[in-house]
């Protein structure tokens, strides 16, 4: 059985700070990452993917790999309240569908 | 920019009924997917669908639920024979080719009656 894990949360964090989510992943032959954010009642928005060992930064996100550890990270910078979400990671395999964790809820006080 | 379109944006059925989601991927991308979350719950992979025909589907994926790609354009998940546990947010989702990611649509909210 292919696993995503991330801690629930809340994770909390005031306005202007460094928020860290964290996800690892089961399968060894995962390939492709991807972070989700997702509003409440809302559809997931792709904000990053990433592919090989080491750091992605896309504006105030980075994505952070290591296929060793199984470990795949998002920082957000300068955090903002409308950053406030739930922020899914995603893992796949070459050819096989997206295995989504449960998300980590991010709450950004002004 | 492109977007996946579902309709309809929320449906009501009695238990025992058919439902039919309906979902209009981003016209170029090749391959489709139907997933769903259950309130509270993670995003749960139902089925992907690629070259006209199913290329990978989940546990949850039995009998009572079928896809098809009528036309070019649109693809639909049917439901047969609706249970309570069938609530949830279905979400369709498209994209271009491996190894990207997935647009989703904005959703269909099935309530079992």
């Known amino acids: 059985q292919k696993e995503v894990e991330q801690n629930s949360g809340p994770l909390s964090v005031p306005e202007g700070a460094i928020a860290s989510l964290n996800c690892t992943y089961s399968?060894?032959?995962?390939?492709?990452f991807f972070w989700y954010r997702q509003y409440s009642g809302k559809s997931p928005e792709l904000i990053m993917s990433i592919y090989s060992n080491g750091d992605k930064e896309d504006g105030r996100f980075t994505a952070q790999l290591n296929k060793a550890s199984q470990y795949v990270s998002l920082l957000i910078r300068d955090s903002q309240p409308s950053d406030s979400a739930t922020y899914l990671c995603?893992?796949?395999?070459?050819?096989?569908?997206?295995?989504f964790g449960k998300g980590t809820t991010l709450s950004v006080s002004s | 920019e492109p977007e996946v379109t579902q309709t309809p944006s929320h449906q009501v059925t009695q238990m025992g009924q058919e439902v039919i989601l309906r979902c209009v991927p981003i016209s170029n991308h090749l391959y489709f997917y139907w997933y769903r979350q259950i309130l509270g719950q993670k995003v749960e992979f139902l089925v992907s669908?690629?070259?006209?025909?199913?290329?990978?589907k989940s546990e949850i994926f039995d009998d009572q639920f079928s896809v098809e790609r009528p036309d070019g354009s649109n693809f639909t998940l049917k439901i047969r024979s609706t249970k309570l546990e069938d609530s949830a947010m279905y979400f369709c989702a498209s994209r271009e080719t491996d190894p990207y990611g997935y647009t989703f649509g904005s959703g269909t909210r099935l309530t079992v009656v």
């Open positions: 669908f690629y070259n006209n025909e199913i290329s990978e």
């Open positions: 399968d060894r032959g995962s390939q492709s």
């Open positions: 995603a893992v796949n395999q070459a050819g096989t569908a997206l295995i």
